[in-house]
């Protein structure tokens, strides 16, 4: 750019310009110049490359105003479709599938449900592992779709609300204490067995104690005694035959006897014994049955 000098002077006058007029260049030129235009190439460049990666970035992971891929953020939370995988702990405070499918956790190692109070503190815990499922509360409920409790443990006791429960196993159900039920019934085709390998087997009952077997036989066996004791009333045996074969004989009946009747003896304690019938007793009193 060329600076201009204006001289004023008066008409009829001489003037004179001078040799040596001053110019100024302003701007930039030579190597500064191609330098500012390839500076400006190259952000030009890396702009272009950067929202091109953006547009990537945005069309890879499903971006989109509701959400991120299978990831939809409502009103009322989060919504999620299809597999997810969580590297880290999950906190919420509700989690459910949809209508018509179901909710499946799955880990490589075991998946692990925690709840905590306000101060941060466990209060309970499910731990379902590859060998045990170990549950960590003060109580555990199972209801029904009703709402009806059908099992419930705690410290104390462990109630089952069910009706009926049914054991399927081939060995029973083992007790380590008492058991309290009004009912103990068999499948209809196998047999129905009460057994204590090396202690006693007590059955109480404020008003009786009633044992059927419709279809088959009741049998009682002991390494010792079998008490049937009644403190108010008596002990009924009702039955068409009542077969004692293991009895053992006392002092025999009158000779001559042909009819081979035996009649049963007690002992002051209680032991039963036979005698070959007579016309009258032949109990003694002091029988070497009974010492």
Known sequence: ??????????????????????IYNIGIYGWRKRFLYLFVLLLLIIFIVNFALTIWILKVMWFSPTGMGHLHVRSDGLRLEGESEFLFPLYA??????????????ST????????????????????????VD????????????????????EKEIAIGTDRLRVTGPEGALFEHSVETPLVRAHPFPDLRLESPTRSLSMDAPKGINIKAHAGKIEALSQMDILLQSSEGMLVI???????????QGTWGPSGSSQELYEVCACPDGKLYLTMAGVSTTCQEHSHICL
């Open 93 to 106: 405070k509700e989690i459910h599938s949809r209508v018509d499918s179901s909710l499946l956790l799955q």
């Open 109 to 132: 190692q075991n998946v692990t449900v925690n709840a905590r109070n306000s101060e941060g503190e466990v209060t309970g815990r499910l731990k379902v592992g590859p060998k045990m």
């Open 238 to 248: 009702d039955s068409e035959t009542l077969c004692l074969p293991k009895l053992g």
């Open 135 to 154: 549950i960590q509360s003060q109580q555990f409920e199972i209801l029904s779709a009703d709402g009806k409790p059908l099992f419930t443990a705690n």
């Open 1 to 22: 750019m060329v600076r201009e000098q204006y001289l004023t002077a008066t008409e009829g006058t001489l003037i004179e310009r001078p040799e040596n007029q001053c």
